[in-house]
Nanobody
Framework: QVQLVESGGGLGQPGGSLRLSCANS????????MGWYRQAPGKQRELVAD???????HYADSVKTRFTISRDNAKSTVLLQMNNLKPEDTAVYYC?????????????WGQGTQVTVSS
């Protein structure tokens, strides 16, 4: 069973940095794409960044020059380095991992970690 656990959220200052980490504390599987999503109050959940098993990354335009996603395939972990934080980055951040192939697919989500950017 997969159990994704996020850590590293909290209070950050505008212009500051935070690093989020997501680890699988359950059965170790090889994941395809892993990523980070966020949901601000009153808004839909949106993709922040994702990374495929070969290292290909995608970023939301709003974070492209500020956030960096990376992963450790052996440990099934994914990190999100967030620099130059802005108040609009305030949201609950969720880790997501995908397994499957052309025929089937399973998505796993973490419980979420709160990120608040405020002075």
């Amino acid at each position: 069973q997969v159990q994704l656990v996020e850590s590293g959220g909290g209070l950050g200052q505008p212009g500051g940095s935070l690093r989020l980490s997501c680890a699988n504390s359950g059965t170790i599987f090889r994941f395809n794409t892993m990523g980070w999503y966020r949901q601000a109050p009153g808004k839909q959940r949106e993709l922040v960044a994702d990374i495929s098993s070969d290292g290909t990354t995608h970023y939301a335009d709003s974070v492209k020059t500020r956030f960096t996603i990376s992963r450790d395939n052996a440990k099934s972990t994914v990190l999100l380095q967030m620099n130059n934080l802005k108040p609009e980055d305030t949201a609950v951040y969720y880790c997501k991992a995908e397994r499957g192939d052309a025929i089937w697919r399973l998505d796993y989500w973490g419980q979420g970690t709160q990120v608040t950017v405020s002075s």
